[in-house]
């Protein structure tokens, strides 16, 4: 079950996911947290759903099917943190990955400091996986000197395992790190790519919640995540006049 922004481009969002899970063997149940109006460039405005429809959406699915995994991303006020807070609590048997969206990939702020913080105060704690870039971790433990800091800190406050993306930090290659309480930090190493892209993170988190949904062991379902997404995104295409999108269905052989 994915709880999700729709996306006009299909770059990112609720098709993101919807595309991720279906190449991954999985069936979505879409529930919509957002109506945006954006492009491959940026966000312009955005309109969230009030959160009584959010959680009726969810609800009325859960009452009927069962679900194996909930995939979080965007969330555009602390009404829709609130009432995901109490489902993810009547559902705790549920695994839970958390895409902590905060900017979109051309700046604009999606639901700013209040929303933050309701993520980490309700739904952080709640998490089986968190997806964090480098800005994103910061932006959720300002207080913290160091990006291992910061993720030592989420992870106290109960979230079980962090996935840090290290696409926004300048190295080389991409260094993603799994951090995990009381374990080990694990480093992933994967080529740097040439361009941006729209709906990477959205594409990462949806495959984790995918592998999960599979029950494929934690490290495993990273794994296969991440392969899924660097292919995804090496096989990704400018369509439009911003960021490359993501091409999801690349095992296929076609190309869009």
């Known amino acids: 079950m994915c709880f999700s922004g729709l996306d006009p481009t299909g770059g990112a969002g609720i098709q993101a996911d919807i595309e991720t899970l279906f190449s991954t063997g999985c069936h979505c149940t879409p529930?919509?947290?957002?109506?945006?109006?954006?492009?491959?460039?940026?966000?312009?405005?955005?309109?969230?759903?009030?959160?009584?429809l959010l959680v009726q959406q969810a609800r009325a699915v859960l009452e009927d099917m069962a679900v194996q995994c909930f995939k979080i991303g965007l969330l555009g006020c602390v009404g829709s943190v609130e009432v995901l807070h109490t489902l993810l609590n009547d559902y705790s048997d549920i695994p839970v990955v958390l895409d902590p969206i905060a900017f979109a990939g051309g700046g604009y702020e999606f639901g700013g400091e209040e929303v933050l913080k309701a993520m980490r105060d309700l739904l952080i704690p709640l998490s089986?996986?968190?997806t964090?870039?480098?800005?994103?971790?910061?932006?959720?433990?300002?207080?913290?000197?160091?990006l291992d800091a910061c993720a030592s800190e989420l992870l106290d406050s109960g979230c079980q395992h962090i996935l840090l993306t290290g696409t926004h930090v300048q190295t080389p290659g991409v260094i993603n790190k799994l951090f995990s309480a009381h374990k080990d930090v694990t480093l992933f190493n994967w080529p740097r790519l040439e361009f941006t892209y729209h709906g990477s993170g959205c594409t990462l988190a949806a495959a984790i919640s995918g592998y999960l949904a599979h029950k494929l062991s934690l490290h495993d379902a990273i794994?296969?995540?991440?392969?899924?997404?660097?292919?995804?995104l090496s096989h990704g295409s400018r369509v439009g006049l911003g960021q490359h999108l993501p091409n999801r269905s690349f095992w296929n052989k076609q190309k869009f």
């Open 31 to 52: 529930i919509i947290t957002a109506l945006t109006v954006q492009n491959t460039q940026n966000v312009i405005s955005m309109v969230v759903t009030e959160p009584a």
């Open 128 to 130: 089986t996986v968190l």
């Open 132 to 146: 964090p870039n480098a800005d994103e971790i910061r932006k959720l433990a300002p207080s913290a000197d160091t």
């Open 223 to 232: 794994q296969q995540a991440q392969r899924f997404t660097w292919e995804a």
